[in-house]
C-alpha cells in the first residue's frame, strides 16, 4: 500500500483568494455550525411549549370532551356523514397545536441559517461524488484527523448533556415522593415542566458547545481553503490570463496602433521634431475642430519612423525643441492641443503655409 496516499501532497501555504471563496460558496461549502443551530431550535422549541402549553392543552382538552360527549352518543358515528366531520376536526386540532412550535422552528431554522451563511441557493451538493465510492479514500476519511475530532466533540456533548440531565433530575428526585398525592393533571403539569426545565439547561449548554465548535469549524473551513503556491498561480492565470498571451497581444495592440497612427502622418500639415528625441504630427482642419489635432507623436525610434514617414510624403518638418517636448507631454494622439500652444504652434503653420505658398 501506497502510504504517500494518506498525505496531504500540496503544499497548501497561501491564503485564499476571494475567487477561491467565492467558488467554494457556489459549491455549497459555507461556513456553519450544526450545533448552534441544533441548540438554537431546541432552546425555542421548548420555550415555545412552556408558553403555549396552556393553549395547547385547553385544545386538546375541549376536543377531547366533544368526542367523549358528543360523538360517542351517535351510533352512527362511523358512517360518512359524522366520521370525515370528525377525522377533519382532529387534524384542525392537530394543526393548531403543533403550528406555533413548528412556526418558531421554521422561522428560527431560516435565520439561523441565514445568519451564519446568508442566502445561498445551489444544487452543486446534491451532485453525485464518484470520489467517494474509493475504498481507499474512505478509509483516510475515517481515520483522518477531522473524523477522530468529530467523534470527540460527540462524546463531550453526550457528557455535557447527560450530566446537565443527570443534575437537574437528581435535584429532583425528593419532589418525584410527592407526585403519589398528586391529581393526575399535576402530575401532568409536573412531567411537563420538568422536561422543558431540563430542555432548555441543555440547550443552553448546546449553545456555548456551538460556540466552541464554530470556532473549530472556522479554523478547519479556513485550512480546507488554503492553496499552495502552484495553485495561485493557475488562478492568476485563468482570471488575468497567461502572461506570455497577454504581453503578445500587447504587442500586436501596439503594432496595430502604430500602422493607424503612421496612416495617419500623410495627412498631416506639419511635423514639430525635438530634432531626435521628439516627433509630434499636427493637422488643422477648421471642419474637424477649432485647433490643431495631434495624429501622431513617438519618442527616439517611434520619432524617428514619424520623420521618415513625413519626407516620404513631403510633410514638412519643423525643429523647435521647446515645442515638440511641451506638445509631446501635454496632448495625446487625437486630442487638441493645449491653448497655451496655439500662439507657437500658430506661427509654425504659417510658416508651413507660407513655404507651400498658402493663405492662412
Known amino acids: 500500500m501506497n502510504i504517500q496516499l494518506f498525505a496531504d501532497g500540496d503544499d497548501k501555504t497561501e491564503k485564499p483568494t476571494s475567487k477561491r471563496r467565492s467558488d467554494a460558496r457556489a459549491k455549497g461549502q459555507v461556513l456553519q455550525s450544526r450545533e448552534i443551530k441544533s441548540a438554537v431550535l431546541l ?32 351510533k352512527d358515528i362511523l358512517s360518512p356523514g359524522n366520521f370525515w366531520p370528525l377525522v377533519t376536526e382532529a387534524f384542525v386540532l392537530i394543526f ?16 439561523s441559517s441565514y445568519a451564519q451563511v446568508g442566502f445561498l441557493f445551489t444544487t452543486k451538493t446534491l451532485e453525485p461524488k464518484f470520489d467517494k465510492l474509493n475504498p481507499l479514500q474512505g478509509f483516510k476519511r475515517m481515520f483522518s484527523a477531522h473524523a477522530l475530532m468529530e467523534l470527540v466533540k460527540s462524546l463531550v456533548k453526550i457528557i455535557v448533556v447527560g450530566y446537565i440531565a443527570y443534575s437537574y433530575l437528581k435535584n429532583e428526585a425528593k419532589s418525584v415522593i410527592a407526585l403519589m398525592d398528586m391529581e393526575v393533571m399535576q402530575i401532568g403539569v409536573y412531567i411537563g415542566n420538568t422536561a422543558v426545565n431540563v430542555a432548555l439547561r441543555m440547550g443552553i449548554a448546546l449553545v456555548i458547545l456551538g460556540i466552541i465548535d464554530y470556532i473549530f469549524e472556522w479554523r478547519q473551513y479556513e485550512k ?3 492553496m499552495s503556491k ?14 506570455q498571451i497577454k504581453s503578445k497581444i500587447k504587442e500586436k495592440q501596439r503594432q496595430i496602433s502604430m500602422r493607424r497612427m503612421m496612416s495617419e502622418i500623410p495627412k498631416a500639415d506639419v511635423v514639430i521634431t525635438n530634432p531626435t528625441h521628439f516627433a509630434v504630427a499636427l493637422k488643422y482642419d477648421t471642419k474637424i475642430a477649432d485647433a490643431p489635432v495631434v495624429v501622431a507623436k513617438g519618442q527616439d525610434y517611434i520619432a524617428l519612423r514619424i520623420r521618415e514617414v513625413a519626407k516620404e510624403n513631403h510633410v514638412e518638418i519643423v525643429e523647435n ?3 515638440a517636448r511641451e506638445l509631446y507631454h501635454s496632448a495625446d ?27 492662412v
Not at 396552556?54 to 352518543?73: A, C, G, R, W
Open 43 to 74: 432552546i425555542l422549541a421548548f420555550f415555545t411549549l412552556k408558553l403555549a402549553g396552556s393553549y395547547m392543552y385547553e385544545n386538546i382538552l375541549q376536543f377531547t370532551k366533544k368526542v367523549f360527549i358528543h360523538y360517542t352518543i351517535k
Open 321 to 323: 525643441k521647446p515645442l
Open 96 to 111: 393548531k397545536v403543533v403550528a406555533p412550535i413548528l412556526g418558531v422552528i421554521l422561522i428560527a431554522g431560516l435565520v
Open 224 to 226: 480546507s481553503l488554503m
Open 333 to 359: 494622439i487625437g486630442e487638441k492641443i493645449p491653448a497655451e500652444l496655439f500662439q507657437a504652434v500658430a506661427e509654425v503653420l504659417a510658416f508651413v503655409y507660407n513655404l507651400k505658398n498658402k493663405v
Open 230 to 243: 502552484q495553485e495561485v498561480k493557475e488562478e492568476y492565470k485563468q482570471t488575468e490570463g497567461n502572461p
